[in-house]
């Protein structure tokens, strides 16, 4: 017999994208689920480089501190050459937060723990992840989707509104909607990673030997290692298996570092290098995110965190949606994140041949390496701050007195609360689910009906003694951050999205240009 159910949102797939996307609607009041076909979370280190942009996602979404608690601490690591001689040290990398920049740094966490923290934050909204369930195929209709569902031996049909996947490179989802997954495998690259026990090796350093490359990063906070080698096929073409022999046995080939020995796994896999993109990101009332829209090489750990961005672009749309505004605005969804896998692809791809190409020189594999963990990579933005929506519909700027453009990442800056003399951040002020309204200067902001203001925080931003008695939440830049970073002169208004971009920017506007612009969103 098959039962029956209903949700606004069905999450398939329960890595840390579906998870970020769960949360994001879940804090919102959507009524969702999120399934997931494992019948055990995961373990294992998979994923670890939580890079800047994500890391100021999750202070938005309340798990940051807790994900502190399983923070790895960075290491200097020790570069080798093809002859396994010491050739290059770099200190442990440390990039210091600016007033604009809390996070310049990446925090090194196991994936399994980054799932554990989201699950938690999940559970306060009362959502569990429905383990031991497997997607089989769905219906689209006209207002909704019907999904079909496997558990122990049992099948439920849901209804949903909308349907995601956020299932991996094999998605189902993908696969059930028809939608094509362009690019290559490149068969003669596999990479066989996990984490293990080591002995005979500084666990006080990163190593990297640069000729294959080969890396072993041990891991204090969970007391163990992960590791990362090449993989080759014999002659039939057939790959070694995933195990720990294999591993001593290309270490000890490509090493020789006599007295090092791998032992006690505790998670251990082949990845496969796929290249490759949705030719869409949606199909109906069906979306995909993460892994299931785009796949590449792990160079410069870019997979998780741009799929968690796709779930935090895409979580506030489909609220606002089901809650009555425009159908219109999903279809910024692929407008916005499209380009933004295809960036990621080109800029992995070229990394992954800088530093694992057969004409990579050691040398330079260890010099873009370190620039890398310094934020200075050749290669592109790993952090993701730079990142932009600019020229999409939600980016509009009116006129050109603002540096910082519509479609950028609002940056956050300190200031004083004029009422309580508090020190506050922006980040503070526009961190929920609610739009932000910033005008900087000693100008009214607009007049907007009720429906708007009560989706809309407002803040006027002066400089040092221009306060005025306006009724408006006042903000004093005492020393000119606030200005600086949104590199602007004169006055100025930017509205910011809840996703933390800048949808609106001008140095002059009127009520009708904002209340049209608020109610295309909401």
Known sequence: MTNTSMTD?????????????????????????????????????RARGIRPRTLEVFEDL??????????????????YDQEGKLFREA????????????????????????????RKRLAAYGISVELDRALTGFTQHADYV?????????????????????????????????????????????????NLSVSGVDPSFWHIWTSLPLTL?????????????????????????????????IFDENVGLP????????????????????????????????????????????GMNTGIQDAYNLGWKLAHVLRGAPAAL??????????IAQHVLASTTARGEAWAGPTANPSTRAQNMEKMFQGKDPFGDVTQLSLTYQGGRLARNLDDATGLRAGDRAPDAPCLDAKSGEQVRLFDLLRGTHFTLLVFGDLFAPSLAQHFL????????????????????????????????YAIKNDALFLIRPDGYIGLSGGRWNDRVIADYLREVI
């Open 9 to 45: 949102v069905l999450i398939v797939g329960a890595g840390p994208v579906g998870l970020t996307l769960a949360s994001d609607l879940a804090r919102r009041g959507i009524a969702c689920r999120i399934i997931d076909k494992s019948p055990v979370y995961p373990i294992g280190t």
């Open 62 to 79: 309340e798990v940051l501190e807790a994900l502190l608690a399983y923070a790895e601490p960075p290491m200097p690591t020790r570069f």
């Open 91 to 118: 200190p442990a990398p440390y990039l210091p937060p600016t007033p604009d920049v809390p996070y310049p740094g990446s925090l090194y966490v196991s994936q399994q723990y980054t799932e554990t923290v989201l």
């Open 146 to 194: 019907v999904a079909s569902i496997q558990h122990a031996g049992s099948s439920e049909d849901v209804q949903a509104r909308y349907l995601v996947g956020c299932d991996g490179g094999n998605s189902t989802v993908r696969k059930c909607a028809g939608i094509s997954f362009l690019g290559e495998t490149r068969e003669e690259q596999s990479i066989l990673f996990g």
């Open 217 to 249: 990063n041990s891991m204090p906070r969970s007391n163990t290692w992960f590791f990362t080698a090449p993989l080759v096929p014999d002659e039939h073409g057939k790959l070694p298996p995933a195990s720990v022999e294999t591993f001593q046995r």
């Open 259 to 302: 007295g090092v020995r791998f032992y006690d796994p505790t998670y251990l896999s082949i990845y496969q290098v796929n290249i490759r993109m949705v030719d869409r990101y949606r199909e109906g009332r069906v979306f995909l995110a993460g892994d299931a829209a785009h796949v590449h090489t792990p160079a410069g750990g870019q």
């Open 330 to 339: 999903l279809e910024t969804y692929q407008e916005e994140r499209f380009p």
């Open 454 to 485: 009560s989706h809309l925080h407002v803040y006027h931003i002066l400089r040092p003694g221009k306060a005025t008695e306006n009724g408006q939440h006042i903000l004093i830049d005492n020393d000119g951050h606030a200005y600086r970073a």
